[in-house]
């Protein structure tokens, strides 16, 4: 843990398991105006961050995030990451790679937006979902020939 660097302790604490401590912790160290967005949410509010967190604990079994790369400049920490989970309606581990924003202002987290593809590291892997997915991939898709 690094309780001298607000920005890298959270970070720390992204990767810790999301066992009801470590969520308050987080959660605690939120801005009360604290905004989450990523491909699926924009949620707001302690409140909203919180869900998030809570949601990725219920819908995920051996859930592990890791920072690949962090890079921290004005209260800013751009990361990449790698997820890897089994989600509860599958025994398929799936692995997700995205990068992250967070933004803090006096030591709180005053924005979360991830970025990360879900047509390509999850529509293309549902059934009748991804067929259409592969079928626009190769349709966008630039040839070199």
Same mark, same amino acid.
């Given at each position: 843990? $690094? &309780? !001298?660097?607000?920005?890298?302790?959270? *970070? @720390?604490? +992204?990767?810790?398991? +999301?066992? %009801?401590?470590?969520? !308050?912790?987080?959660?605690?160290?939120?801005?009360?105006?604290?905004?989450? +967005?990523?491909?699926? $949410?924009e949620? =707001?509010?302690?409140?909203? @961050?919180? *869900?998030? +967190?809570?949601?990725?604990?219920? #819908?995920?079994?051996?859930? &592990?995030f890791?920072?690949?790369?962090?890079?921290? =400049?004005? /209260?800013?920490?751009?990361?990449?990451?790698?997820?890897?989970?089994?989600?509860?309606? =599958?025994?398929?581990?799936?692995?997700?790679?995205?990068? =992250? !924003?967070?933004?803090? /202002?006096?030591?709180?987290?005053?924005?979360?937006?991830?970025?990360? %593809?879900?047509?390509? &590291?999850?529509?293309?892997?549902?059934?009748?979902?991804?067929?259409?997915?592969r079928?626009?991939? #190769?349709?966008?898709?630039?040839? &070199?020939?």
């Amino acid at each position: 843990m $690094n &309780q !001298e660097d607000p920005i890298m302790e959270f *970070a @720390y604490r +992204l990767e810790r398991p +999301l066992q %009801d401590e470590n969520i !308050e912790w987080l959660v605690d160290h939120c801005a009360k105006d604290v905004i989450f +967005l990523d491909p699926f $949410n924009e949620l =707001s509010g302690p409140t909203g @961050y919180r *869900a998030m +967190l809570n949601d990725v604990r219920e #819908r995920c079994r051996e859930f &592990q995030f890791t920072w690949c790369h962090t890079q921290t =400049s004005n /209260n800013v920490l751009m990361g990449r990451w790698k997820m890897t989970f089994i989600p509860t309606t =599958s025994h398929k581990t799936w692995v997700i790679r995205g990068m =992250s !924003e967070l933004t803090f /202002n006096d030591g709180l987290l005053c924005r979360h937006e991830d970025h990360w %593809d879900p047509g390509s &590291q999850i529509f293309v892997h549902v059934p009748w979902i991804g067929r259409l997915w592969r079928f626009v991939y #190769r349709r966008l898709k630039i040839n &070199q020939g």
